[in-house]
């Protein structure tokens, strides 16, 4: 089945205790990206990338950071969570961003709760 | 700063009626644009994509895409209960999406 998975799905830690979420797809898909979702604020993404080894920031990198060693995979790095990341993430890949082939398709989401 | 603005809803609609779902985008350079589904607690999924003025046709959805007013919109014709859910707007400009607040549609059986 063609998917992308992220784990955990939920997650409680403590302020500066560094965690990762993994997110792996299976589609063979180049492009790869990480959002937030906050009420309010709507998706905004954190971190793409367009293939291996190549990541750029999207609208709000600050205090995250991920690599793309792998093609199916592309984890999350919080190095010293706070609060204000309380949120819900979603991890998506899609063909290519370019030409006709870039439908996202997304994870199950991560609920990270920050104390 | 890119922005899409989505009306703002909620939208109530009763059955069989047709939702109109509107917003726009601030970057002329976008060049393709979505349509997605959420439901509570669930991840969003695409419903209809976009790249070329005009209409596009699937099942009971047609986005419409007017690049010079910088506007792009949904009908959901013949509206069900299972409809009812929040609707994300999107554009891709460069590598980057951008995704508006949503739109919550509630479809009264």
């Known amino acids: 089945e063609a998917q992308v998975t992220q784990n955990p799905r939920y997650l409680i830690t403590v302020t500066g205790k560094k965690l990762t979420v993994t997110c792996s797809q299976n589609?063979?898909?180049?492009?790869m990206s990480w959002y937030r979702q906050d009420p309010g604020l709507g998706l905004r993404q954190i971190y793409y990338?367009?293939?291996?080894?190549?990541?750029d920031k999207g609208d709000v990198p600050e205090g995250y950071k991920v690599s793309r060693k792998e093609k199916r995979n592309f984890p999350l790095i919080l190095e010293s969570p706070s609060p204000n990341q309380t949120s819900l993430y979603f991890c998506?890949?899609?063909?290519?961003?370019?030409?006709?082939?870039?439908?996202?398709?997304f994870g199950p989401g991560t609920r990270l709760t920050v104390l | 700063q890119k922005e899409v603005e989505q009306n703002s809803g909620p939208l109530s609609v009763p059955e069989g009626a047709i939702a109109s779902l509107n917003c726009t985008y601030s970057?002329?350079?976008?060049?393709?644009f979505f349509w997605y589904r959420q439901y509570s607690g669930k991840s969003p999924e695409l419903i209809m994509f976009?790249?070329?003025?005009g209409d596009k046709e699937d099942g009971r959805f047609t986005a419409q895409l007017n690049k010079a007013s910088q506007y792009v919109s949904l009908l959901i014709r013949d509206s069900q209960p299972s409809d009812s859910a929040t609707y994300l707007c999107?554009?891709?400009?460069?590598?980057?999406?951008?995704f508006g607040t949503g739109t919550s549609l509630t479809v009264i059986p």
């Open positions: 998506a890949s899609s063909l290519s961003p370019s030409g006709g082939w870039n439908e996202q398709f």
């Open positions: 589609m063979n898909h180049e492009y």
């Open positions: 990338s367009m293939n291996v080894e190549v990541t």
């Open positions: 970057d002329r350079g976008s060049q393709s």
């Open positions: 976009i790249y070329s003025n």
């Open positions: 999107a554009f891709l400009t460069g590598n980057q999406f951008y």
